[in-house]
């Protein structure tokens, strides 16, 4: 059984900056890669960014490159999303996803990829 257990999530002001959490847990977790995917009211989930367990290569969607950052803590099973100068277009409920196949990054991009979800936390940019 495995877990994911986002953190982190709150209000924020338009060009203010948050992290939020992604804590992994289970005797039987594994995985190649893990993900952060957001979804707004009325919208589909959406990519964010993705980092490989391995070798920590890196995938970001074009809209948050250069403001977030994803890293990981490989001895506490838990990655991070630094998200900086915030804008009110990133206001989402902030999933955090693992996969079980080490593949490239559309691979990851895709939320119909991900063996495992989390609950979401809430990230609301006021503007």
């Known amino acids: 059984q495995v877990q994911l257990v986002e953190s982190g999530g709150g209000l924020v002001q338009a060009g203010g900056s948050l992290r939020i959490s992604c804590a992994a847990s289970?005797?039987?977790?594994?995985?190649?890669?893990m993900s952060w995917f957001r979804q707004a009211p009325g919208k589909e989930r959406e990519f964010v960014s993705a980092?490989?367990?391995?070798?920590?290569?890196?995938y970001y969607a074009d809209s948050v490159k250069g403001r977030f950052t994803i890293s990981r803590d490989n001895a506490k099973n838990t990655i991070y999303l630094q998200m900086n100068n915030l804008k009110p277009e990133d206001t989402a409920v902030y999933y955090c996803?693992?996969?079980?196949?080490?593949?490239?990054?559309?691979?990851?991009?895709?939320?119909?990829?991900?063996?495992?979800w989390g609950q979401g936390t809430q990230v609301t940019v006021s503007s």
């Open positions: 289970g005797r039987t977790f594994s995985s190649a890669a």
């Open positions: 980092i490989r367990w391995s070798d920590g290569n890196t």
């Open positions: 996803a693992a996969y079980r196949t080490y593949a490239s990054g559309s691979y990851y991009a895709s939320p119909k990829s991900a063996g495992y």
